[in-house]
C-alpha cells in the first residue's frame, strides 16, 4: 500500500474509526501501550470486525517516516477525493453558514495538516488546494490535523482559479489575504457564504488568484515581524468570521 493509505497518531486513527469505519482495513498496535485512548481504538476496532495486530515499536518505526504514531498505525481504504466541480454540492449544502478556506502554494504538508485542525475547529465546510504546487493528504499532513482530514474536505482542484470562480457563480464572497491591502481583517464584515484566500508565507498568492477575490484584507501586526505563519493566519482569519456569525446570531 502506499503511504496516502495509512493514519497513524491517537487522534487521526479514532477518527477514521469514528467517521470512517468502513474505510478500515489492519489496525497495528504496539504491544507495550495500554493506555486508555489505545485501549478505546482497539475496542472501537473490534467493534467493527477488524482484528489488532501486536507488535514491537520497531514494526510502527519502520512504516512511518515522519511523525510519532503514538503506537497505533491503521491501513485504510483511499479517502474520497474531492474535486473543484464537487463546489456546487458543497455550497448548497452548507447555505449562507458556507465557509471556505482556499490554500494557493501552501506546500508544507504540516502547514497543510495545522489548517486542516483549524478549519475542523472552526466549521469549514471545505478546505481547497491547487493540484499542483500544494502539499498532498499524505500520512504526515493526517497527523497533524489529528483527525480533522477524515472529516473536513479536502477540495484538490485541477485550476484553482476555476475552483474560486465556481464558489462565485454560488454566490459565495471571496475575501484574500495580503499584507499590503489597505483594509484590516476586524473592519471587514462577512456576511453570508464567505470564502477565504491565503497564500503562501513570503510569496502569498499568485496575481491570478489575487485579482479573482472580491477584496483585500490585511491582518494588523503590531511586532517586528512582516507575516505570520500560514496556519495561524488562517486561524485568526478564520475565527474573525465566526466571531461575527456568532454576533449575528448566525
Not at 30 to 41: F, L, M, N, S
Not at 130 to 142: C, E, H, I, Y
Not at 188 to 199: D, I, Q, R, S, W
Request: one cysteine or more.
Amino acid at each position: 500500500m502506499s503511504k496516502n493509505d495509512v493514519v497513524f497518531g491517537i487522534h487521526s486513527v479514532a477518527a477514521v474509526l469514528a467517521h470512517h469505519p468502513e474505510r478500515a482495513i489492519e489496525l497495528f498496535v504496539q504491544k507495550d501501550r495500554d493506555d486508555p485512548a489505545v485501549q478505546e481504538i482497539i475496542k472501537a476496532a473490534r467493534a467493527m470486525g477488524v482484528r489488532p495486530q501486536f507488535c514491537h515499536r520497531k514494526t510502527l518505526d519502520d512504516r512511518v517516516s515522519e511523525g510519532n504514531h503514538q503506537g497505533v498505525l491503521l491501513f485504510v481504504t483511499p479517502a474520497r477525493q474531492y474535486q473543484e466541480n464537487d463546489l456546487p454540492e458543497l455550497c448548497q449544502q452548507a447555505g449562507q453558514k458556507a465557509l471556505f478556506l482556499v490554500l494557493d502554494q501552501v506546500t508544507d504538508p504540516h502547514n497543510l495538516g495545522a489548517c486542516l485542525r483549524t478549519a475542523d475547529a472552526s466549521g469549514v465546510t471545505a478546505v481547497v488546494v491547487p493540484k499542483d504546487k500544494s502539499a498532498g493528504l499524505n500520512s504526515t499532513v493526517r497527523k497533524v490535523a489529528s483527525g480533522a482530514a477524515e472529516v473536513v474536505p479536502l477540495v484538490v482542484a485541477t485550476n484553482l482559479a476555476r475552483a474560486i470562480r465556481l464558489l462565485k457563480d454560488e454566490g459565495v464572497w471571496v475575501t484574500g489575504t495580503a499584507g499590503e491591502a489597505t483594509q484590516t481583517l476586524y473592519e471587514n464584515k462577512f456576511v453570508g457564504p464567505v470564502a477565504l484566500v491565503m497564500g503562501a508565507e513570503g510569496t502569498g498568492m499568485r496575481r491570478l488568484t489575487r485579482e479573482l477575490c472580491d477584496d483585500l484584507v490585511a491582518i494588523p501586526l503590531a511586532g517586528t515581524v512582516s507575516s505570520l505563519n500560514v496556519s495561524v493566519a488562517a486561524g485568526v482569519c478564520l475565527f474573525e468570521v465566526v466571531r461575527q456569525r456568532l454576533g449575528q446570531g448566525a
